[in-house]
């Protein structure tokens, strides 16, 4: 069974540019999360959806991020500008169900921006 | 406010030694609480889970855990460790669809 899918794996960019990581959650989980590991702040949690819609975006840190998911196989998270600070790994997980339920990871995106 | 601590940033053990990672959390109900191992470059894979029953819970890889509501703790056990163990492992409290997580124990195992 294909897990959650994350692309690209790695990504080098330069300040300034735009930056779009993108999620393939597993098929017929209805929430997803997006989250960021720094060694400073560890593992934090950005955003998640519930069957496509955003219901906490409170951990995205500014505006410069923005994450949708037009359908239930997609999402994308976006960084506009990207800044040296946003360097980091970043991590899509979905799961299913009501409430609580196990969260299964992609293998992440390492994002540096020089 | 919910929040998750694992004591240990850095343990060490030698192969066949056993092994107790600790983890205590605060929360306001009844908790979910989570074990993840993450290895180098790859994402958190879920050990084992506490939802309710039984204390004792088993995972994969001869992983097991117990919930100790009096002390607020959720420590990973195991007899016997691998080489293959190696990693980072996160205790992970759960509320409101969210996990909270702690900052992470990384194991390094010697031969």
């Known amino acids: 069974d294909a897990g959650v899918i994350q692309s690209p794996r790695h990504e080098v960019t330069e300040m300034g540019q735009e930056v779009t990581l993108r999620c393939k959650p597993i098929?017929?989980?209805?929430?997803l999360f997006w989250y960021r590991q720094t060694m400073m702040r560890g593992l934090e949690l950005l955003i998640y959806f519930n069957n496509n819609v955003p219901i906490d975006d409170s951990g995205m840190p500014e505006d410069r991020f923005s994450a949708k998911m037009p359908n239930a196989s997609f999402s994308t998270l976006k960084i506009q500008p990207s800044e040296p600070r946003d360097s980091a790994v970043y991590f899509c997980?979905?799961?299913?169900?009501?409430?609580?339920?196990?969260?299964?990871f992609g293998d992440g995106t390492r994002l540096s921006i020089l | 406010a919910q929040s998750v601590t694992q004591p240990d940033i850095h343990i060490t053990v030698s192969e066949g030694a056993s092994l107790e990672l600790r983890c205590n959390y605060s929360?306001?109900?009844?908790?979910?609480l989570f074990w993840y191992v993450q290895s180098p470059g790859q994402g958190l894979q879920l050990l084992l889970k506490?939802?309710?029953?039984?204390?004792l819970v088993q995972g994969i890889k001869g992983f097991e855990a117990e919930f100790k509501r009096s002390q607020s703790s959720f420590n990973l056990r195991k007899p016997s460790v691998h080489w293959s163990d190696a990693a980072e492992y996160f205790c992970a409290v759960g509320g409101y669809n969210k996990l909270i997580f702690g900052a992470g124990t990384r194991l390094a195992v010697h031969p």
């Open positions: 997980a979905s799961s299913s169900g009501q409430g609580v339920q196990p969260q299964h």
């Open positions: 929360y306001g109900a009844t908790p979910y």
């Open positions: 098929s017929g989980h209805n929430s």
């Open positions: 506490y939802f309710s029953g039984d204390t």
